[in-house]
Structures are given as structure tokens and as C-alpha cells.
């Protein structure tokens, strides 16, 4: 009962109606822990999130590390996007093994921690090792959209099964590091399959992919542009 009153609110007050959520730069932000390690949530003071933007970062980061070091709220803000932009614990080494499993438990724990329902569109990024919690998400189809941030690194397959059974999935790459071996795999695919692929040159290094506060505003920015001219908005 008390849930669905909070979620009834979160429709009435937009954004993050916890008691909780402090503002930050233009926005609020909370902080919270669950079993599989801390997550941030922060979006636009006053609207009402029409888009859920998942981030995983790399390797030798940690969830509040990346928040903290990567300016990653003032790229959300730079998007102008009306989303719900949250920040998920990913392996910080090879040998760490992917918290968020799946999708859906972690919907849930949004709902019930933020008091709001989140948006039904949901996109996707991992930087670096943070593909490999996207990968596994490939395996539940209900994330559509995956952006791989000079992330194209392992056993391409889960990327190629998630193109031939998700008829609406699509995967972003931003290269780097990892062009060649991202557009040699693209160019391996039947055309119904690449054609849902988009390949983006990097034009900077591995970090400066996040760090130079381009690529995630842009791809974010281009996203919501697409749902509202879908929605005929």
C-alpha cells in the first residue's frame, strides 16, 4: 500500500520523489546500497522521466568512483533529456564477477528504493568491462537498446544472438580501442541484423570516451529524439 501511494506521488512530483534524493546540480540525486553493491540515481529537477539511462562503468573503477571522477552528471544535464539516469556497480577486474545479473530485479529495487515507477524505455551504456553486465542482460531481452563505449571487447556471440532473436534490439559502438574488431563483427552480420548496429568512431582515446563529456550527451540526446519522433511528440 505504502509503495503504491509513493508511486502514485512520483506521477504528481516527477523525477525522485524519495525523501531521500538531495538536490545536485540542477537535479536530484540519491545514493543508496543494495545487495549488489551502491547505486546512484539522479535526473532533472521538475519532469517527469520519460527515459531510463543505465550506466556500467569499466574496470579499475568503482560505481561511486566513476560518479565522483567522470562528470557524469553534468553530461546527463548537458543531454537535456527528460530521464532517469542511474549508475549500477559493474566488475572493477576480470576476475569479479557481474552484480546486476539481470535486468529486472534491478527495475525493482528502483521502484521500491526511489518510490517511482521507472520509465519503460530503457537504454543501456557500459564502458569498457562494464559490457560484460550488458551481455548477460542480453540473455533476458527486455533492455532493447545497448551502447557499447569502446566496450567491444570478448566472445562477440552474445551480441550476435541478441540481434537475431530481439527483432526491436539494437547495439551502439563507440571505438576506440576497439574499432576494427567492433566493425570486422559488424560487417560478419546478415543484413537485418547490421543494419541495427551503428558504428561511431571515437576520435579520442579509451577513457576520453567518457571523460571528454562528448559521446554519452550526444547518444542520449539522439535516443530521446528518436522516442519523441516515434511518439509523434
Known amino acids: 500500500m505504502l509503495l503504491s501511494l509513493a508511486l502514485t506521488a512520483s506521477l504528481s512530483f516527477g523525477c525522485l520523489p524519495s525523501p531521500e534524493a538531495r538536490p545536485l546540480r540542477g537535479g536530484l540525486h540519491q545514493r543508496f546500497v543494495t545487495p549488489n553493491g551502491p547505486v546512484h540515481a539522479w535526473c532533472p529537477e521538475r519532469v517527469e522521466p520519460e527515459l531510463l539511462v543505465v550506466y556500467v562503468h569499466g574496470y579499475f573503477d568503482s560505481v561511486d568512483d566513476a560518479f565522483r571522477d567522470h562528470g557524469l552528471v553534468e ?20 576476475r569479479e564477477q557481474v552484480a546486476w545479473t539481470r535486468y529486472a530485479p534491478l527495475a525493482a529495487e528502483l521502484e521500491r528504493t526511489l518510490g517511482r515507477k521507472v520509465p519503460e524505455r530503457v537504454m543501456a551504456m557500459g564502458h569498457s568491462g562494464g559490457n560484460r553486465t550488458l551481455r548477460e542482460w542480453t540473455k533476458e531481452r527486455l533492455v532493447t ?24 534490439g539494437r547495439v551502439q559502438l563507440v571505438g576506440a580501442l576497439t574499432f576494427k574488431k567492433a566493425e570486422a ?17 571515437a576520435n579520442t582515446d579509451h577513457m576520453g570516451v567518457i571523460t571528454d563529456a562528448v559521446w554519452i550527451p550526444r547518444l542520449v540526446k539522439e535516443r530521446a529524439t528518436e522516442v519523441s519522433s516515434t511518439d509523434g511528440t
Not at 559488424?186 to 561511431?200: D, G, H, K, M, Y
Open 75 to 94: 553530461q546527463f544535464r548537458a543531454s537535456g533529456v527528460r530521464a532517469l539516469f542511474v549508475l549500477i556497480d559493474g566488475p572493477k577486474g576480470p
Open 185 to 201: 563483427w559488424r560487417r560478419s552480420l546478415p543484413a537485418s541484423s547490421a543494419r541495427r548496429v551503428e558504428q561511431l568512431t
Open 145 to 168: 537498446d545497448l551502447v557499447l563505449l569502446d566496450a567491444f571487447y570478448g566472445d562477440p556471440s552474445p551480441w550476435t544472438a541478441f540481434l537475431s532473436s530481439v527483432p526491436a
